[in-house]
């Protein structure tokens, strides 16, 4: 029953996550929303308000966080658990491009409209394919649609495991089977 920050895709914003969220909290986790308004990209507000939020829930339980990340949210919640290891539990990603191209999805060219200044490692912050120093489960779906299923998995590793899930991109927060494999995920033992 460890608290959980829930991050949404891409356009998205916490009600997007509300069912997976709501679904939690009946299993007893302290969960939070991300509280950053619509996921429109890391912009500098988002990461250090993001950054605060994590060390607040952190504070207040005193705990590791699980974090889960929808889409673009996974991508953000794994470059966190890089770059602050000490306040992140696991990390779960949904549906998330965390390998390969950055660009291996169907709403690349909207993504860049709103970020056009964007450069696919900004400036450092994002290490794709190499996965943070916290347990990492990718949940994918080769019935995705919106992204390439390929990306959406971790490379093997002894921190690393793979799920695959039959369901949309959209249905990543709601899905029963993908609900299922993060319980799981989520109260499985992690070793220290």
């Given amino acids: 029953n460890h608290p959980v920050l829930v991050i949404p895709g891409f356009g998205a914003n916490d009600i997007s996550t509300a069912p997976l969220r709501s679904c939690l909290r009946r299993l007893g986790y302290a969960v ?8 429109l990209g890391m912009k500098t507000k988002v990461r250090e308000g993001l950054t605060a939020r994590l060390k607040e829930i952190h504070g207040t339980y005193e705990e590791k966080i699980s974090l889960i990340g929808w889409s673009l949210g996974g991508v953000f919640a794994r470059e ?8 992140v539990r696991q990390v779960i990603t949904l549906g998330s491009p965390i390998n390969h191209s950055p660009d291996a999805t169907n709403v690349d060219a909207l993504f860049r409209r709103f970020n056009p200044q964007f450069k696919p490692d900004l400036e450092g912050f994002i290490k794709r394919s190499v996965a943070p120093p916290v347990p990492c489960t990718a949940i994918y779906s080769k019935s995705d649609g919106i992204v390439n299923w390929r990306t959406s998995m971790e490379n093997e590793a002894p921190n690393t495991r793979n799920i695959e899930v039959f369901t949309s991109h959209f249905g990543m927060t709601s899905n029963p089977l993908v609900l299922k494999a993060i319980a799981q995920t989520l109260a499985r033992p992690i070793e220290s």
């Fill in 32 to 39: 939070y929303g991300w509280d950053q308004g619509t996921n």
């Fill in 80 to 87: 966190f658990a890089r770059h602050q290891p000490g306040l």
